[in-house]
């Protein structure tokens, strides 16, 4: 499959990104093919002496050598290498060696020589960047020494790095690329339980989800807050951040849509974080049919808008497409960090969930840290979501805390 060819061109570092299940392993051992093999089995092939690189010694073995995709599966049997296991290390009939290294001993990598490595499932290394870097200074062999990396990708440093530099090429493929060769169950059920979440599109669509430093959400905090169901709630909203310009390369309107729990105490109360319906290039009168549409969908109580930039024109243009509609025009007062962090908190009790299918979003929360929003562009979306759940949360336990309040 194309996500599983070489690129062309004088790259150091090849990263194949995959889902489970994509075909990276057997991308990474044809290209070691590639490379060892020459045109007849006793032909020199271009590299001669390769390093096979993984977690641990066993998964090497019995995954990237033994393993159904593995080197010796793939190759034909008149040039098919031999294993020897007391020296760790494959011998090709033409002369060509690959040795076996585990990322748990960076060190076994300071003195040996290569003109091609294959790493696999860097991501997961505990020692990722020191294995690396050992590497980079054995890859000094022949004129162009290569690396194919197979991983499926994860928030780490050093593949973060590698990603960026100028001499690594990209390859990218989902799980359902290869579902030729993949179990029917095994994609209905992965598919049913992860499809729509941010593990899914780390492991699923091989999808590298970054969260800034010093975030005031994480990858992980928004697994912990996956709604497995919805219950009834007592108050629906939808929230707009209004776009100031129009047109194709105008900035989002953020439109989120969330719902509350909210019987006793507002410290018992939970938040349900139901849609996303965010739009692009529309003028005023786009967004606010589509926030208004939101509403009905979703039977929302009122229509919250942050009318900073846009004042009372944001109210005329909802009013023209429905002058009843429920509305309350809200007004920032601080930053948006300090917006922002009263809702976070909500996240680390556990007081918020979210449906499926909110990546954009989820996104752009990974992207908020104490220092601003790290990401191109506005947080549009998460501006929308903080207005929401101001509403929906924060606001009312601040009422709540009144002296003679008991009851909103």
Same mark, same amino acid.
């Given at each position: 499959?194309?996500?599983?060819?070489?690129?062309? !061109?004088?790259?150091?570092?090849?990263?194949?990104?995959?889902?489970?299940?994509?075909?990276?392993?057997?991308? !990474?051992?044809?290209?070691?093919?590639?490379?060892?093999?020459?045109?007849?089995?006793? &032909?020199?092939?271009?590299?001669?002496?390769? $390093?096979?690189?993984?977690?641990?010694?066993?998964?090497?073995?019995?995954?990237?050598?033994?393993?159904?995709?593995?080197?010796? $599966?793939?190759?034909?049997?008149?040039?098919? %290498?031999?294993?020897?296991?007391?020296?760790?290390?494959?011998?090709?009939?033409?002369?060509?060696?690959?040795?076996?290294?585990?990322?748990?001993?960076?060190?076994?990598?300071?003195? %040996?020589?290569?003109?091609?490595?294959?790493? &696999?499932?860097?991501?997961?290394?505990?020692?990722?960047?020191?294995?690396?870097?050992?590497?980079?200074?054995?890859?000094?062999?022949?004129?162009?020494?290569?690396?194919?990396?197979?991983?499926?990708?994860?928030?780490?440093?050093?593949?973060?790095? *590698? *990603?960026?530099?100028?001499?690594?090429?990209?390859?990218?493929? $989902?799980?359902?690329?290869?579902?030729?060769?993949?179990?029917?169950?095994?994609?209905?059920?992965?598919?049913?339980?992860?499809?729509?979440?941010?593990?899914?599109?780390?492991? *699923?669509?091989?999808?590298?989800?970054?969260?800034?430093?010093?975030?005031?959400?994480?990858?992980?905090?928004?697994?912990?807050?996956?709604?497995?169901?919805? %219950?009834?709630?007592?108050?629906?909203?939808?929230?707009?951040? %209004?776009?100031?310009?129009?047109?194709?390369?105008?900035?989002?309107?953020?439109?989120?849509?969330?719902?509350?729990?909210?019987?006793?105490?507002?410290? !018992?109360?939970?938040?349900?974080?139901?849609?996303?319906?965010?739009?692009?290039?529309?003028?005023?009168?786009?967004?606010?049919?589509?926030?208004?549409?939101?509403?009905?969908? +979703?039977? $929302?109580?009122?229509?919250?808008?942050?009318?900073?930039?846009?004042?009372?024109?944001?109210?005329?243009?909802?009013?023209?497409? &429905?002058?009843?509609?429920?509305?309350?025009?809200?007004?920032?007062? /601080?930053?948006?960090?300090?917006?922002?962090?009263?809702?976070?908190?909500?996240?680390?009790? !556990?007081?918020?969930?979210?449906?499926?299918?909110?990546?954009?979003?989820?996104?752009?929360?990974? /992207?908020?840290?104490?220092?601003? +929003?790290?990401?191109?562009?506005?947080?549009?979306?998460?501006?929308?979501?903080?207005?929401?759940?101001?509403?929906?949360?924060?606001?009312?336990?601040?009422?709540?805390?009144?002296?003679?309040?008991?009851? *909103?």
């Amino acid at each position: 499959m194309p996500h599983q060819l070489p690129p062309p !061109g004088g790259w150091r570092a090849w990263v194949i990104l995959g889902g489970r299940g994509a075909g990276k392993t057997r991308a !990474g051992a044809e290209w070691v093919r590639t490379r060892v093999e020459g045109a007849r089995p006793m &032909d020199r092939g271009l590299c001669t002496r390769i $390093a096979l690189v993984g977690e641990t010694f066993d998964q090497v073995r019995e995954v990237m050598i033994f393993g159904e995709s593995g080197i010796l $599966a793939c190759s034909p049997p008149d040039r098919r %290498p031999v294993w020897e296991a007391t020296r760790k290390r494959l011998v090709w009939p033409n002369g060509a060696v690959a040795t076996v290294h585990s990322a748990h001993d960076p060190e076994g990598l300071r003195g %040996p020589q290569f003109d091609g490595a294959w790493v &696999d499932e860097i991501a997961k290394w505990k020692k990722s960047q020191e294995t690396w870097d050992m590497l980079q200074f054995a890859l000094r062999l022949g004129d162009q020494p290569q690396v194919c990396v197979t991983t499926t990708p994860r928030n780490v440093g050093v593949l973060k790095e *590698l *990603l960026k530099s100028p001499s690594t090429v990209v390859t990218h493929a $989902a799980t359902q690329a290869n579902r030729a060769n993949l179990a029917a169950s095994f994609l209905e059920e992965v598919q049913a339980r992860y499809q729509g979440t941010r593990l899914g599109r780390q492991e *699923l669509d091989g999808v590298l989800l970054s969260d800034a430093e010093g975030a005031l959400w994480t990858s992980a905090m928004m697994e912990a807050a996956r709604a497995k169901d919805v %219950p009834a709630l007592d108050r629906i909203v939808v929230a707009v951040d %209004p776009a100031t310009t129009s047109g194709a390369s105008s900035d989002e309107c953020g439109i989120v849509v969330a719902g509350v729990q909210c019987s006793g105490p507002p410290q !018992g109360w939970r938040a349900y974080v139901l849609a996303d319906c965010t739009v692009t290039g529309m003028g005023p009168s786009g967004w606010a049919k589509a926030a208004i549409a939101a509403m009905e969908r +979703y039977g $929302a109580d009122r229509l919250v808008a942050e009318v900073n930039q846009g004042g009372q024109m944001v109210q005329e243009v909802i009013r023209q497409v &429905d002058p009843l509609v429920p509305y309350k025009g809200v007004h920032a007062t /601080r930053g948006k960090v300090a917006r922002a962090e009263p809702v976070a908190a909500l996240y680390e009790q !556990g007081r918020v969930r979210h449906v499926a299918g909110l990546d954009g979003l989820e996104d752009q929360m990974c /992207r908020m840290t104490r220092r601003g +929003y790290e990401g191109g562009g506005s947080p549009d979306r998460v501006d929308a979501l903080v207005w929401a759940l101001h509403e929906l949360m924060i606001e009312p336990a601040a009422k709540w805390r009144q002296p003679g309040v008991r009851s *909103l």
